[in-house]
């Protein structure tokens, strides 16, 4: 018994015999009935219309077709009968032995291909069993296909979706991670940052022996200016201060970042003494620019700022706090010599 598409729980095969010769046809039917493990149910037709109409009729398992008959002559008769049956193996009876014919009769489609003279019933059923067999095998192998061609295509939706959603998450991270390293008030990278990158800039200044530069920021009498015109007004003039500092620095390596309350600090890697001081005096001049009124200023009318740089090389044991140090102090000598100026400590690492 064959389990596949053409055999569906029954112990004989409806085989379909297309031949025009009754006497063909006749030695065909005898031979099938020396085989003891099937059973052959015959349908003969003598034309090929006939057995066209039987196959939309029947369930046919097996096609034997002769290639020479009224109504259809050669390989033509193949590529209508596999048009019409393309999972029914399909075996050739022809006349003629002809092995150029054979090879283009099995690219056609057909199963097999056997000349009438030579068949025995041991070739015939061989040649049955074959066919059924590489019939089921190309059944399963297109099943396969179709499975592996859903599977691809499921993979690929999955894909995708995961893909959208880690594209998302990437994006939750990135906007998590921005704001994580950002001020809420000035939209200047904020304190955790400026920490991380100066912590980077500067082993990457002892590998290349590399002068590094720090500025302090601080605005002067800042706590007056929000006592006399509020903490909104405070926050704005903050605002305006970051702007200005961050339009002053024009390589995409400074940064600026507001170290807490109204101070502000600069990284500057790779710059020298002279180089931090011409940002810090261009950032002082551009905060008088703003013209920001403060009148309980004892410095000016306006709001001013003070700066302190330092600038080193550093050495592998050194560290960065050192250089904050050096700012700071360098920051608190331009309050103590009259605020709203820059002044500059250099100093060298042992």
């Known amino acids: 018994m064959f389990s596949n598409n053409h055999v569906n729980q029954k112990s004989y095969l409806n085989t379909l015999l297309v031949e025009d010769n009754p006497g063909d046809a006749f030695l065909i039917k005898e031979l099938l009935k020396f085989n003891s493990s099937l059973d052959f149910n015959v349908i003969h037709c003598n034309r090929l219309s006939l057995a066209i109409k039987q196959l939309n009729e ?5 096609v034997l077709l002769d290639l020479g008959l009224p109504d259809s002559q050669g390989c033509e008769t193949i ?16 006349g003629k032995h002809d092995d150029d014919f054979s090879v283009e009769v099995v690219q056609k489609g057909a199963q097999d291909y056997l000349v009438k003279s030579e068949i025995s019933a041991e070739l015939l059923i061989r040649s049955i069993r074959y066919s059924l067999e590489r019939i089921q095998l190309v059944q399963k192998l297109q099943d396969r296909e179709q499975e ?5 295509k499921k993979l690929a939706d999955e894909v995708r979706e995961r893909t959208y959603e880690l594209k998302e998450q990437n994006e939750k991270l990135q906007h998590l991670l921005k704001i994580s390293n950002t001020d809420g008030l000035t939209g200047i990278p904020n304190r955790y940052c400026w920490e991380t990158v100066l912590e980077r800039d500067w082993q990457k200044s002892i590998r290349e022996s590399q002068p590094i530069s720090l500025i302090m920021i601080d605005i002067d009498f800042f706590k007056l200016f ?20 961050q339009k002053t620095l024009k390589r995409p390596t400074d940064l600026v970042a507001r170290y807490g309350g109204e101070e502000f600090v600069v ?5 020298e003494k002279s180089g931090a001081m011409y940002i810090a005096e261009s950032i002082r001049s551009g905060v008088n620019s703003l013209k920001i009124i403060h009148e309980a200023s004892k410095v000016d009318e306006y ?3 003070s700066l302190g740089l330092a600038t080193t090389i550093p050495t592998i044991n050194s560290h960065a706090d050192e250089l904050i140090s050096q700012a700071d102090k360098a920051l608190y000598l ?17």
Do not use: W
Not at 83 to 92: D, F, G, K, Y
Not at 226 to 245: F, R, S, W
Not at 267 to 271: D, E
């Open 58 to 62: 029947e369930k046919i398992d097996l």
């Open 79 to 94: 590529s209508q009968m596999i048009e019409m049956a393309p999972n029914i193996p399909i075996i050739v009876l022809t």
């Open 148 to 152: 592996l061609s859903c599977f691809n």
């Open 226 to 245: 929000n006592d006399t015109y509020g903490h909104p007004e405070g926050d704005i003039c903050l605002k305006k201060v970051a702007q200005v500092i």
């Open 267 to 271: 990284v500057l890697p790779s710059t």
């Open 303 to 305: 709001i001013t700022i």
């Open 334 to 350: 331009a309050k103590e010599e009259g605020r709203n100026c820059v002044r500059s400590l250099t100093y060298n690492i042992d």
